[in-house]
């Protein structure tokens, strides 16, 4: 019985570590993504429209994306 209870107790308790360093990764996965994020500067471009269909005429494809950071055509609003 208390061989059963301790290879129980070992389960449980790998289990739950491996959930919690799941749970961390993901949280700073998630990090790394808002991080990403802020740093498209896109919403602080003078060339930004804010339009759904043209939301940036210079480089339509890349504005509001992972591409326009470092854009080179970025000129900040005055
Ligand atoms: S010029 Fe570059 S930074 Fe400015 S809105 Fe267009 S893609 Fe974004």
Not at 6 to 20: A, E, G, R
Not at 57 to 77: K, M, Q, R, S, W
């Given at each position: ?30 990090v ?7 740093e ?37 609003e005055?």
């Amino acid at each position: 019985m208390t061989l059963y209870a301790v290879f129980t107790f070992l389960t449980i308790s790998t289990f739950v570590v491996m959930l919690l360093i799941d749970f961390l990764a993901w949280v700073n996965r998630g990090v790394q993504d808002i991080k990403t994020l802020h740093e498209i500067p896109c919403s602080r471009c003078r060339y930004f429209t804010g339009e759904y269909h043209l939301k940036c005429p210079v480089n339509p494809h890349a504005a509001l994306t992972e591409a326009a950071i470092n854009c080179l055509d970025f000129v900040g609003e005055y």
